[in-house]
């Protein structure tokens, strides 16, 4: 079975600074695709970038970035010039189809980000 | 602004009562979900509709009763709930049916609590 790490529960970063949330994966397929989402007390949750594992090349999206290493199961998010409104919780998510056709997200368990002022 | 609309924005309500959630989408999207998410958790997958026919039921007990009317909406028909049932419910769409890799569209979710 897929499973999906997120081993920092909470993390704290200056407003401005960079931070870089981690993320691991297990799974034994080779065509999958890897999502961040982003969940404000607002509580909607938004795309914030994802990956396809057929590509070498990291996604990038304004400020946001992933370093996937594909070998190492690996697929952190990287906030740079990190805002007030970027405070929130982050969850990595998997997703691969299934023998039956349907897709689903395999969630991580979330890293709270909290940027200071 | 979301583009997927929950309402209502909270619930409480009783165990005895029967109530309703639901959720609306314009943007065109024939795969609609349900997820229940407590506290700090991650969301979990309730039921799957796509092209409007129930396609995944994540062995959800019965007193949680999905529909799907039109592409456009879909409810969650509550009855008979229990203390551990109360939570964010959030609804999520995506653009083609369920059989495609595509992100999903959240809604801000209903927070429901039981008394």
């Not at chain 1, 969940?39 to 304004?62: F, H």
């Given at each position: 079975?897929?499973?999906?790490?997120?081993?920092?529960?909470?993390?704290?970063?200056?407003?401005?600074?960079?931070?870089?949330?981690?993320?691991?994966?297990?799974?034994?397929?080779?065509?999958?695709?890897?999502?961040?989402?982003?969940?404000?007390?607002?509580?909607?949750?938004?795309?914030?970038?994802?990956?396809?594992?057929?590509?070498?090349?990291?996604?990038?999206?304004?400020?946001?970035?992933?370093?996937?290493?594909?070998?190492?199961?690996?697929?952190?998010?990287?906030?740079?010039d990190s805002q007030l409104g970027d405070t929130?919780?982050?969850?990595?998510?998997?997703?691969?189809?299934?023998?039956?056709?349907?897709?689903?997200?395999?969630?991580?368990?979330?890293?709270?980000?909290?940027?200071l002022a | 602004d979301t583009e997927v609309t929950?309402?209502?924005?909270?619930?409480?309500?009783?165990?005895?009562?029967?109530?309703?959630?639901?959720?609306?989408?314009?943007?065109?999207?024939?795969?609609?979900?349900?997820?229940?998410?407590?506290?700090?958790?991650?969301?979990?997958?309730?039921?799957?509709?796509?092209?409007?026919?129930?396609?995944?039921?994540e062995s959800v007990p019965s007193r949680f009763?999905?529909?799907?009317?039109?592409?456009?909406?879909?409810?969650?028909?509550?009855?008979?709930?229990?203390?551990?049932?109360?939570?964010?419910?959030?609804?999520?769409?995506?653009?083609?049916?369920?059989?495609?890799?595509?992100?999903?569209?959240?809604?801000?979710?209903?927070?429901?609590?039981?008394?």
């Amino acid at each position: 079975a897929q499973t999906v790490t997120q081993s920092q529960p909470e993390m704290s970063v200056q407003e401005a600074e960079t931070v870089t949330l981690s993320c691991t994966y297990d799974t034994s397929e080779s065509n999958y695709y890897l999502f961040w989402y982003k969940q404000p007390p607002s509580r909607q949750m938004i795309l914030v970038i994802r990956q396809e594992a057929y590509k070498q090349q990291n996604a990038t999206e304004n400020r946001f970035s992933v370093n996937f290493q594909k070998a190492a199961k690996s697929f952190s998010l990287k906030i740079s010039d990190s805002q007030l409104g970027d405070t929130a919780m982050y969850f990595c998510a998997f997703m691969k189809p299934s023998d039956s056709g349907t897709y689903k997200y395999i969630f991580g368990t979330g890293t709270r980000l909290k940027v200071l002022a | 602004d979301t583009e997927v609309t929950q309402t209502p924005k909270h619930l409480v309500m009783g165990m005895t009562n029967k109530k309703s959630l639901k959720c609306e989408q314009h943007m065109g999207h024939r795969a609609m979900y349900w997820y229940k998410q407590k506290a700090k958790k991650p969301p979990e997958l309730m039921f799957v509709y796509s092209y409007e026919k129930l396609s995944i039921n994540e062995s959800v007990p019965s007193r949680f009763s999905p529909e799907c009317p039109n592409s456009s909406l879909l409810n969650l028909h509550l009855h008979a709930l229990q203390p551990e049932d109360s939570a964010l419910y959030l609804c999520a769409s995506s653009p083609r049916g369920q059989g495609y890799n595509q992100p999903q569209h959240f809604g801000d979710g209903t927070r429901l609590s039981i008394l």
